[in-house]
């Protein structure tokens, strides 16, 4: 029993757990301590915890505002974490799709030691420390745009701009949503190169690098196609339904915001005002207009865009882009009366069938499960019209896709109700990979068979 209890701690589901449950728990004692306060108090356990776990799992939800309570050693601390948070992950999940060469879904993480001998090892390394210099790099030119026009636009200070614009940078690329604005972004909406290059960031941050590497090395210039090379079906995938989210969403909200929340801009920012509604679900967290006051339809919208995420291999949340497009290419295959789903000319197996509807599965669960037990926390404040059960859904749903996008209500929850939520920031950051960790293992010899037996559904 005692040799289960190592195996089981030396697996790869408990070295995710640990990766992300350690540096939380330091952020969470060095933001309690006066010295990361504006005020020089001690800061309250859950509240310090609340934004450590957020920062970790570069989700961006707050109870308090960053820029105002915490001093410049506390948001350095937010800082680092949504680095490490953000970065960490990128790598861990790279190294899962490269290891096992398997391009539509993360399978299983397997120990780095293991595999760091030979020629493999070399490459992971290689791409590896890719993901490290191109993550660096992007974070500082978008920083070096945004102090620029902080600078010149906005009047800051060389050091003031700097600050801010590297620290906006690092969380738009991690998708963590941190603003050291009171109000998020709503301040700056008007100035459209702060706003574009945050966007860009955070597409960049939620593509996923083996994508990104891809499109690196891909001659897109050259007409023969043995020298320009060849893209992956994983990064078509991962391209046609990122450009078809955004899309989609930019027109939606553009639609039914524009009267309501976007009515005081001129018709250039409600565009691109529009444009970085419809990024930021997926799964950063900034915010140009307050949720709580656009359409119930937008917030629907936004709800179905925060489940779906970003890619594999990123810093984004969600069940991830390839397991929704896997799963409605395999639906609209069983529609149509066939047996395989096809994809650009190539058929998708029944095993990554099987594990994108694990994926889609395990969201349903936690979402439900954790919602199901806000309403029961917070009957209090719903029953007095404190806020809604839609509002509430709204907060769940964003914390397991660690967006940060928030009604505003998550102050006002009940101790038990922060602690729900940390809890879904937390499986919201580790539960997908864990899963495809459990579904993906190597297939165990079935000894025994059971005799089959159809069951009516539908």
Known sequence: MGLDNQEKTK????????????????????????????????TDPLTALFMSTSAMCVTGHTVVDPGSYFSLFGQLVLLGLVQLGGLGFM????????????????????????????????QLKRLLYRTVVFTLAAEGVGALVLMIRLGLGHGFTVGRAFYYGVFHAVTAFCNAGFSLYPDNLIAVRDDKIFILTVGALIIMGGLGFLVINEFSVFKFWRENRLTRGRLSLHAKIVVMASVTLIVAGWLVFA????????????????????????????????SVVK????????????????????SPGSAAGGIK???????????????????????????????????????????????????????????SALM??????EALLFETISTFGTVGLSNGILPELTIVGKLLII???????????????????????QLVRFPEEDVNIG
């Open 11 to 42: 697996s790869p589901q408990w070295f995710i757990v640990k990766a992300v449950a350690v540096p939380i728990i330091l952020g969470t004692v060095l933001l309690m301590i006066p010295l990361a306060n504006r005020s020089g108090q001690w």
């Open 91 to 122: 790598t861990l999940a790279t190294a899962c799709l490269v290891l096992l060469g398997r391009r539509l879904s993360i399978q299983s993480e397997l120990t780095l030691n293991a595999s760091m001998g030979g020629e493999e090892a070399d």
């Open 255 to 286: 639609l039914l915001e524009w009267n309501k929340t976007l009515a005081p801009l001129c018709v250039t920012d409600k565009m691109t005002c529009a444009l970085f509604q419809s990024i930021t679900p997926r799964t950063a967290g900034f």
């Open 291 to 310: 949720m709580e006051q656009t359409h119930s339809a937008t917030r629907f919208v936004t709800m179905l865009l925060m489940v779906i995420g970003g």
């Open 321 to 379: 882009t390839t397991t929704a497009v896997v799963l409605l290419f395999a639906m609209l295959a069983i529609v149509r009366g066939k047996r395989e789903a096809i994809i650009m000319g190539r058929t998708i197996p029944i095993r990554v069938v099987e594990e994108s509807l694990s994926v889609l599965l395990l969201g349903i669960v936690v979402v439900g499960g954790l919602y199901g037990l806000l309403l029961v926390s917070e009957e």
């Open 384 to 389: 007095t019209g404190q806020f809604t059960a």
């Open 423 to 445: 809890l879904a920031m937390f499986i919201g950051r580790i539960g997908p990979l864990t899963m495809v960790l459990v579904v993906g293992l190597k297939d165990k010899r």
